[in-house]
């Protein structure tokens, strides 16, 4: 009678494959946010500002002189100017009027719901709700000024390069090598804390703490354009656009921006490295580098403004749909090398 080596037959334990987190599996609620930015399409408009304002002065004469002294004066501004309309806005159209604070609410609704998707929902598991809504402050705070400071080294010409009467390469190359490679790296800021402070750090927290980190500066962002550029202007689609579809985006952005940082974190501590412990170093040395962790965020997010800029609406979608499927494929493709990596050490 013989006796079976147990040791031989008997398969030894497999790892199990790691259960998709929330966030693998319901990334595809961004689309949704998408919503009103696709609205736009639909959206045929009633002129520029200055048809706008002539239809305004042909409702109400009265105001012509008052108008014209603030259009030729020095000191006048857009400030003064819409102040002396009926309401304090352009037109009927405009939803608010210019001193209104009621954008503030806009942002805590923004705030509120973006905290319930991602802190609460996608989050689960794989990062901290406490530690990415203090990363989303971060950057809508000290986030800003590291992109002031960026925008100050690069200089006030690079404002000329985003006119829209510029050409198309003209607003792309500004819209990508300043306005996107500045915002990014502003938004990245959290994400190398993580990588480099956090114990077990993963691409799936890199991605979370990433996507934050771009809701903050997206919620910031509408704050500050909605006091400056449309308050007494704008209908209430563009509202809805900024707190939930640029939102949305600048997520997406900063999301895909975690992940690459996480898969190059070698060469990412070789950079900062550089930074912070060499004397002489120059930015040619961190050019090609950073082009390699921030290339394609920077250039979505800036073709998608170049593309706002020459008003070509619909190719605008396409690269906001580019940009989710960027980070959608990011997404896959990080599975499937942890997969392959669990398989062969099992």
């Known amino acids: 009678m013989t006796t079976t080596n147990l040791a031989t037959e008997t398969p030894g334990p497999r790892a199990c494959p790691p259960r998709r987190s929330p966030c693998e599996r319901h990334y595809w609620v961004f ?35 008052r108008i014209v002294e603030i259009l030729h004066s020095e000191d006048g501004s857009l400030d003064e100017l819409l102040r002396a309309l009926p309401g304090h806005r352009l037109d009927e159209r405009a939803y608010l009027p210019r001193e209104s604070r009621l954008h503030w609410l806009f942002a805590c609704w923004s705030t509120a719901g973006f905290v319930v998707m991602v802190g609460f929902f996608l989050s689960r598991g794989a990062a901290s709700t406490a530690a990415l809504i203090l990363a989303s402050a971060f950057t809508a705070t000290m986030g800003i000024g590291f992109l002031l400071l960026f925008q100050d080294f690069v200089g006030p010409g690079y404002e000329l390069t985003l006119e829209s009467d510029r050409d198309f ?60 550029q449309y308050n007494g202007i704008v209908g209430p689609e563009v509202y809805l656009t900024r707190f939930i579809s640029c939102v949305a985006l600048h997520g ?18 070789r950079m900062l490295g550089l ?39 619909p190719l605008a979608l396409l690269a906001a749909l580019a940009s989710f499927l960027w980070l959608g494929w990011q997404i896959e493709t990080s599975r499937e090398k942890e997969l392959a990596a669990l398989a062969a050490s099992s």
Request: net charge positive; charged share 15%; hydrophobic share 45%.
């Open 31 to 65: 689309l949704l946010a998408l919503v009103p930015l696709c609205l736009t399409l639909f959206d045929r408009g009633d002129g520029g500002f200055k048809q706008r304002l002539d239809r305004t002065l042909q409702t109400h004469p009265y105001l012509k002189p």
């Open 169 to 228: 390469l003209t607003n792309l190359l500004g819209f990508v090598f300043v306005v996107g490679l500045g915002e990014e790296l502003s938004k990245a800021l959290p994400v190398l804390f993580y990588v480099r402070t956090v114990r077990g750090a993963t691409w799936r927290g890199a991605c979370l703490w990433g996507l934050a980190s771009g809701i903050g500066f997206g919620i910031a962002e509408g704050i500050l354009y909605s006091a400056e």
């Open 252 to 269: 997406l952005w900063s999301a895909s921006v975690g992940i690459t940082i996480f898969h190059s974190r070698q060469l990412v501590n």
């Open 275 to 313: 930074v912070l412990y060499e004397r002489d170093w120059n930015w040619s040395q961190l050019a090609l580098p950073m082009l390699r962790v921030l290339g394609i965020a920077p250039s979505l997010h800036g073709l998608y403004d170049t593309l706002l800029t020459q008003t070509m609406i």
